[in-house]
Every structure is written in C-alpha cells, then in structure tokens.
C-alpha cells in the first residue's frame, strides 16, 4: 500500500521559514520523481519544486526560485522542501507526489499518480 506522511505545515509571519517534510512507504521510492505540488483556494495546483529520480535534476516555480530547496533522501524514503523567505502568497495546502513515468522533474501535476494528503502552509503579512 502506497503511503505518504506529510508534516511541517504551519502558519508563519511573512519572511519565515518552515521545512516540509514527506516520507513514503509502499513503492520503490529510489526510482521515483517526487514533487511538491501547491493549491491556494480559487487557484489551481501547481508544481513548486520537483526532482527526478537519477541525476537529480531539479525543477523550481519562477515564484520560489532563490527562496525554497528540495532535496531527497534516498535512506529515509523521504523528500523535503525548505521554505525561507516566506510570502502570504505562498499559502496554500501543500502536497507531495510520486511517479517512476515522469521525465526531468517535470512539474505538471497530472503525470504524478501518488499524492500525499496535503499539509497546510499560512503566511501572514
């Protein structure tokens, strides 16, 4: 059974910082691309950050570029998002996904099959 266990989530002032964090059971993670995927009310979903499964290639939202970091530990089954710098418009429920089809990170949430169930981030002004 697929699982995913999200946590970090949290409500911060603007110019905080918070680490997400998603480890996954239940497939074999290390051949996976794994991704953080936003959704604020009104809007649709949206990649954040993603990374591939072999070379690391990386993928960043022109809108978190400088301020967010992914990275994956292959030991733990987990991947993490870094959050600095934080906005109000960057709240929104986040979700982690999983898919060994998808090519060079990419961000678009439709390739991704396994989701996590969403951890909420709050930034206030």
């Known amino acids: 059974e697929v699982q995913f266990v999200e946590s970090g989530g949290g409500v911060v002032q603007a110019g905080g910082s918070l680490r997400l964090s998603c480890a996954a059971s239940?497939?074999?993670?290390?051949?996976?691309?794994v991704g953080w995927f936003r959704q604020a009310p009104g809007k649709k979903r949206e990649g954040v950050s993603c990374i591939n499964s072999s070379d690391g290639t990386v993928y960043y939202a022109d809108s978190v570029k400088g301020r967010f970091t992914i990275s994956r530990s292959k030991d733990k089954n987990s991947v993490y998002l870094q959050m600095n710098s934080l906005k109000p418009e960057d709240t929104a429920i986040y979700y982690c996904?999983?898919?060994?089809?998808?090519?060079?990170?990419?961000?678009?949430?439709?390739?991704?099959?396994?989701w996590g169930q969403g951890t909420q981030v709050a930034v206030s002004s």
């Open positions: 239940g497939f074999p993670f290390d051949d996976y691309a």
């Open positions: 996904a999983a898919d060994s089809a998808v090519a060079d990170a990419s961000p678009l949430w439709y390739e991704y099959s396994y």
